[in-house]
């Protein structure tokens, strides 16, 4: 008579049907059991996430994971998986609001970041799914820093030093540029697949294409799993060239291999450009070729209104936001601004392309002469980023050209003293309203410092001595006997400059002083 054989436990059945890719049967397995522990409660309801996600029901695995993670707050698994859905129904188009879904995403991974590192457990895979949470919503700082040991970035050592998170790191550096940065992490980590990652994005980044085949070929050989191989095919994919196998791949990722065959089918083609535009529609990124296209052929209206039909189509802000600096760079300067507020409306308030786009609507009515309402847009983009010197002198000179001397002054002070100018049109503004505002001891002597600063510009240099005498004769105040020897000490060149200045120098010290009176 055989040996009887114990029934599996319901976890290690529903655990085998997952990995065998029957998810069906894994799920008919979950749903038949009702553990009592809470700790099995929480696993039962992790499978039950992954095993619907593996059907592609990214909505149902939502549901399921906020549900467990609030029945048991103190696991973090059901959070990470929760997070993980979200990101998968962000990324493959099945979402009414990508964008909310990857914020969603990143704080879910966060939070289950910061719970494993209250008890040492694996926190670097939920910073790798923050990561491509703000990646894919094109937060690339906010990606970059999460790669990053403190203070420069938000990883604890440990994590920083993880090498799943360097391998990150180094690929995220070579994205953006970073190719020093991207090549040390490389060698140092000894790991040939980001090497070679980081050689192909460099040489295409220099329009070696063939180069940048081979290198990512290379790095689909040796590279560690799927998940690697499929980022290595879909940056092969829009070159047209070689493609590896890619039906070596898990059935996990059909809908990802299908878009990417979708890709290199176009872009293989001799007619490619033809075969573009019949197949824009198709995915967002044979959109984006398109544009690239077209306005690679100097035809950047045509190239915009394909990124204006592709954003409104899939509901993309950032595809919006291209469409508006197409238009711009087009001189639809109308069209730019109005493109540009839907790129605003689809991303929402906290959208990391915010700041960019308001950017784009503010140089659009600056071109147009509508100089009130691009004066609105440099006071919202100034509350988003107070630091951005750009931003902050585009905020000055618009309240001075409207009349608001002394909010320009206190714009250019928020910091307690005035800011830095940029260029030398700058400077003649950062005088001239220290003449007509700055009524502390410390003018002068920051007025001859900052002149030193321009002293390789005469023509600055003659404008700061005019506004020095006309702000000495405007304010009553105590001058250390020094500033005076200083300001004797200017070169004569420069003093007899002073009664030469422009006429635009001229205008804006008789405007201040009009509006002084």
Not at 118 to 123: E, P, V
Not at 294 to 302: E, F, I, N, R
């Amino acid at each position: 008579m055989g040996a009887r054989s114990d029934p599996k436990h319901p976890l290690a059945g529903a655990g085998e049907a997952i990995a065998r890719g029957e998810y069906a049967a894994a799920e008919q397995i979950l749903d038949a059991w009702d553990p009592e522990e809470p700790n099995d409660q929480s696993i039962r309801a992790i499978l039950q996430t992954a095993a619907v996600t593996g059907r592609g029901d990214f909505n149902r695995a939502i549901a399921i994971g906020i549900a467990a993670a609030a029945a048991h707050p103190e696991g973090s698994g059901n959070t990470l998986r929760t997070a993980e859905a979200l990101l998968s129904r962000g990324h493959y188009g099945q979402s009414d609001h990508p964008l909310d879904d990857f914020a969603r995403s990143y704080d879910l991974a966060i939070r289950a970041r910061d719970s494993r590192r209250t008890w040492l457990g694996d926190s670097v895979a939920p910073i790798l799914t923050a990561v491509k949470a703000s990646a894919l919503a094109t937060d690339i700082d906010r990606a970059w820093r999460l790669t990053q040991e403190v203070p420069d970035g938000t990883a604890l050592a440990y994590e920083a030093h993880d090498v799943r998170l360097r391998r990150e790191s180094a690929i995220l550096a070579a994205t953006m540029g970073r190719f020093e940065t991207a090549q040390a992490v490389a060698e140092a980590l000894g790991d040939p697949f980001v090497s070679h990652t980081v050689a192909g994005w460099e040489a295409f980044s220099e329009d070696r294409l063939h180069d940048a085949e081979e290198a990512w070929l290379r790095a689909w050989d040796c590279a560690p799993d799927d998940t690697s191989r499929l980022q290595t095919a879909a940056a092969l994919a829009p070159l047209g060239g070689a493609l590896p196998d890619l039906d070596s791949l898990s059935g996990d990722y059909s809908v990802a291999i299908e878009r990417i065959r979708t890709i290199h089918a176009v872009m293989s083609s001799d007619e490619n450009m033809s075969l573009l535009r019949v197949r824009a529609t198709d995915s967002e990124e044979l959109t984006i070729l398109l544009a690239e296209r077209l306005a690679a052929q100097g035809q950047a209206t045509d190239a915009a209104a394909v990124l204006e039909a592709g954003g409104a189509r899939w509901n993309h802000p950032l595809m919006m936001r291209m469409a508006a600096a197409r238009y711009a760079s087009a001189g639809d300067y109308e069209k730019a601004h109005d493109v540009a507020a839907t790129a605003l409306s689809l991303g929402g308030a906290t959208w990391a392309g915010r700041l960019e786009t308001l950017m784009i609507q503010f140089d659009s009515l600056e071109s147009l002469g509508e100089f009130s309402r691009s004066l609105a847009v440099a006071r919202e983009m100034v509350t988003l980023a107070p630091g951005n010197l750009t931003i902050r002198w585009a905020l000055v000179h618009s309240l001075v050209r409207a009349g608001g001397i002394h909010d320009a002054w206190r714009a250019l002070t928020y910091q307690g003293k005035p800011v830095d100018p940029r260029d030398a049109a700058d400077a003649r503004t950062w005088i001239g309203l220290a003449a007509e505002c700055d009524d502390s001891p410390e003018f002068v002597q920051r007025s001859l410092e900052m002149m030193r600063a321009w002293q390789h510009e005469p023509d600055v240099v003659g404008v700061f001595l005019v506004q020095i005498y006309r702000g000495l004769s405007r304010h009553e105040r105590e001058v250390a006997d020094a500033d005076i020897r200083e300001l004797h000490k200017a070169p004569t060149n420069s003093r007899r400059r002073t009664l030469k200045t422009r006429s635009s120098d001229r205008s804006l010290s008789m405007k201040m002083t009009s509006l002084a009176r």
